[in-house]
Each structure stands twice: as C-alpha cells, then as structure tokens.
C-alpha cells in the first residue's frame, strides 16, 4: 500500500487544528467593541453636559429676565460666568457664544418677518421685479419687526428686552471629546446648543 506524503498529512492536521480561534476572534472585535464603548460614554457624558448647560443657562437667564444689577461686570458676562460656574468647568463659555434676541409674543419665537407673497412663490423676494405689469423696485413689502430695516427669516431683535418682553438665550458651545479625534468624522469636535425663553419681569 501506497503511504501518503508526509506534507498531505501535515496540511490536514494544520486544517484540523483550532488553537488560537478565540484569540483571533478576540483581535478582531475588540477593536468595534471599544469604539462602541467609547461612544457610549462620550454620548452619555454629552448628554450630561448639555443638561448642566441648560441648567446654568436657566439660572442665567434670571439675571436679565429680572434686570438684576451686576455692578462693574455686565449682565452678558455674570449670565456667562454662571453658566460657566454651573458647568463644573466642562465648559469655557465666552459673551460672544450667547445669542439673546426678543420676539413680540411666544408664538413669534423663531418665525420669520410677516411679509406679502405678491408672486406666489412661497419665497420672500428681496430684489426688485415685475408682476403682472407692476414693478416692485424694493421687493416685496414686509413688517420690519425688528427694526433693521431687512427681511430676516428670523424677526428676533438683539437684546436683553424691557419688561414684558419674551427673550430667547441661546448658548452656542463645542463639546470636545474625551477621545479627542479617534472619531475623524467629528475632528473630535461636536457642536451644541442651549436654548431658554423667558417673559421678562417687571424691574
């Protein structure tokens, strides 16, 4: 009987053998494993964050709702330096990152400026044109509600407000990840917002 070559039967017994299988296995996976973990606690430490911010955010909005007095030091930078202080320092917050803007009523928050749809289009015209025969040099006519003398999809005037006005304090800040850049996609950056609005008290 013919004996088969010795390397057949190597390679058989290579096939047959399994040890290592699970450290392979375990090289393989690990890697998504910790990218899943690491997104876990970066989302829940975000999260976090952004509550907080809120937080300190509504604790700073009473200081302009209330037209409190702040002394030498503004009531744009005591409003940040609560939001600051609320944030156990997981935020650097600076005057130029809150935006604070007053509507006429709740239901004007975030809407444009009323305008006359003269073509139709459901788009506010801006540039002069000609509709059935008219010429409207200026665009179309418009409610200049806050004043600066442009169409803004947004009607929100800059300011603190007076007494009874509504006023949004928006807080725009960029979260950095602890993982710093080991999500490319976010450059280890991600950008937030806090929103509050208030109706200004008497003072």
Not at 45 to 56: H, L, Q, R, S, Y
């Amino acid at each position: 009987m013919r004996k088969q070559p010795r390397v057949n039967h190597t390679f058989q017994r290579f096939k047959r053998d399994d040890t290592g299988t699970t450290a392979l296995e375990l090289a393989l996976i690990t890697p998504v494993i910790m990218l899943i973990i690491f997104g876990m606690i970066e989302l829940s430490i975000g999260m976090f964050v952004n509550t907080v911010v809120e937080g300190g955010l509504r604790d700073a909005s009473r200081v302009g709702l209330t037209g409190q007095e702040t002394g030498a030091i503004s009531r744009e930078q005591t409003m940040v330096n609560i939001v600051n202080e609320a944030s156990l320092g997981l935020v650097d917050a600076q005057v130029g990152d809150v935006d604070t803007l007053i509507y006429p009523s709740f239901e004007d928050v975030g809407m444009p400026e009323p305008y006359t749809d003269i073509n139709g289009d459901g788009i506010f015209t801006e540039d002069s044109f000609t509709f059935e025969g008219v010429l409207y040099p200026d665009g179309e006519p418009f409610s200049d509600i806050n004043g600066n003398a442009a169409w803004d999809e947004d009607m929100g005037e800059t300011g603190l407000g007076e007494p009874g006005d509504i006023v949004m304090y928006t807080l725009s800040y960029n979260w950095n990840l602890l993982s710093g850049s080991l999500i490319p996609v976010l450059d280890g950056v991600i950008p937030l917002t806090a929103s509050m609005i208030v109706l200004n008290e008497p003072f």
